[in-house]
């Protein structure tokens, strides 16, 4: 469900479009997907296949995110 993603940017004062999620689920990248957010799913935490999950990138190490910015 995306209705805290679009709370959280409406919050900020953000489009959607122009925000970046991260997960560590295939559901982060689905409430991402379904708010018109970019996914990014990230290496660590719990996710496991998260190379099939259809985010846009899928990241290592946190500092690999700046390139996403």
Do not use: F, K, T
């Amino acid at each position: 469900n995306p209705a805290s993603l679009l709370h959280a940017a409406q919050e900020l004062a953000l489009v959607p479009g122009h925000c970046l999620y991260l997960g560590d689920d295939l559901r982060d990248v689905q409430a991402a997907h379904s708010a018109g957010m970019r996914a990014v799913a990230v290496e660590w935490g719990y996710g496991e296949g998260l190379h099939g999950w259809n985010a846009d990138a899928v990241i290592a190490r946190p500092g690999d995110l700046i390139e996403w910015l």
